[in-house]
């Protein structure tokens, strides 16, 4: 079957965003919604909309280049989305110390989310809402001084965090004695984002120096002797002892995650002028469908064990499962949204640069295109039991999320023009 993720783009994902959750008077996006595409609030996180300010100028790029079309607005109006959503972002979620409220209301009030009534909760938040004003400095770069200055503060803050494992992470809370390959994994992406910006805003050399610094630092994080990422095959939280290896945290990977930091890895790579070790991706690649994939039911899988099937392992405490492990335990066999459009990419990419991928790219091709697309409400559904069923029940934050998919989308587009 022949997918054409382009007119998947511009038919079916960008009218239903376009039509229904666009805030055009205080800038961003609305996500709360359900599996039916009913709206249950309009409050903000900022994870989303640090990922909505990337998608608009990514879109933005897109349009005017004419790689894409949009019946409903043209490279202008995702420049000004772009650039709305900054400046919400700026306004609103900054708490000038390098991290950002995990949740404002509508008009940008923030939310406290944390036991404490604490604000920042979340290494991620911080991490997207850098992203998203990276990106739209990009295109709008008389800001560019502006919010690259507040990238930067998050971006190098968060390194910091991370490195201490002083970071709160929700909605992924990290145990004691674990380190996350989220954590790098999304350190490289903002950083190399970042630097995309880099021929048209005027920071100093020494600017440029410090975000690729952070790029490549998570580079040898990832790739390295002691990385998340081996020669054929990874950690998704790396224990600081072998004790801990043999626990359900320890011995569960989650094949989406793996297949996104491959191409991330890779975009990051070429953009510093290396060439990715295409064999070593493709034998990670190759592992994470392997264990991931339901042969039963067809699908991706949410969480594993490293061997494949349900995860299993001790328990950190016998008496009580961690936030992290009853995730685990619960949701493991769901199919999501997330999982499926990062490895079609994935698979797509690698299909280019390695024989032998294109079994897999088909099939989990065949498999995203018919289980999630939303024939009744639009959009995708994005979580489904693991026979398919549309499931409304939150995994991760209680929204509807464009992120994964339209970027994926994009990029897939890429693909089909070079084919």
């Known amino acids: 079957m022949k997918v054409t993720w382009k007119h ?14 666009i805030d055009t008077e205080h800038g961003g996006v609305f996500t709360n919604f ?14 989303s909309q640090g990922r909505w300010a990337w998608l608009a100028a990514e879109l933005s790029e897109e349009l005017a280049k004419g790689n894409i079309a949009d019946a409903d607005a043209d490279a202008g109006q995702w420049a000004e989305r772009a650039r709305y959503t900054a400046q919400f972002l700026l306004a609103h979620a900054l708490l000038g110390d390098g991290r950002t409220a995990y949740l404002t209301s ?47 503060t998050i971006l190098h803050r968060a390194e910091r965090d991370w490195i201490a ?51 490549d630092r998570s580079l040898d994080l990832l790739l390295g002797d ?32 793996l297949l996104e930091a491959l191409w991330m890895i890779a975009h990051a790579l070429e953009q510093a002028g290396e060439t990715p070790p295409w064999q070593r991706f493709a034998r990670l690649g190759m592992r994470a469908f392997e264990v991931g994939w339901d042969d039963n039911a067809s699908g991706m899988f949410r969480y594993v064990h490293l061997t494949g099937g349900r995860p299993h392992g001790r328990l950190l405490d016998a008496q009580a499962s961690t936030p992290y492990e009853a995730l685990l335990t619960q949701t493991w066999d769901t199919k999501l949204w ?18 032998g991928m294109e079994p897999w790219c088909e099939r989990v091709s065949e498999y995203t295109f018919s289980a999630f697309p939303d024939q009744v409400h639009g959009e995708w559904a994005q979580i489904r039991e693991r026979d398919g069923t549309p499931l409304n029940k939150v995994v991760a934050l209680p929204v509807k999320d464009p992120f994964h998919i339209i970027r994926s989308l994009i990029f897939l587009s890429r693909i089909e023009r070079r084919s």
């Open 165 to 215: 494992r002083t970071c709160l992470s929700e909605p992924y809370p990290v145990p004691k004695g674990f380190r996350d390959l989220a954590g790098p994994m999304n350190l490289l992406h903002t950083a190399a984002e970042m630097l995309r910006a880099r021929q048209v805003c005027p920071m100093t050399p020494d600017f440029w120096t410090s975000i690729a610094a952070v790029r």
């Open 226 to 257: 002691d990385g998340f990422l081996g020669e054929d095959a990874w950690w998704e939280f790396y224990p600081a002892s072998s004790e801990l290896s043999d626990t359900l945290l320890g011995g569960h990977r989650t094949p989406g995650h």
């Open 106 to 152: 509508r008009e940008g009030i923030p939310i406290p989310q944390g036991p404490e009534g604490e604000l920042a909760i979340s290494v991620f938040a911080d991490l997207f809402t850098a992203l998203g004003l990276g990106a739209a400095a990009r295109i709008h770069p008389q800001y560019g001084p502006k919010w690259l200055d507040a990238a930067d």
């Open 338 to 355: 997330w999982v499926h459009s990062e490895a079609v990419y994935a698979a797509a990419m690698l299909a280019e640069h390695v024989p």
């Open 34 to 47: 359900d599996n039916n595409g009913e709206l249950l609030s309009r409050n903000k996180y900022t994870w």
């Open 8 to 21: 998947h783009l511009e038919k079916d994902i960008l009218p239903w965003w376009n039509r229904r959750a």
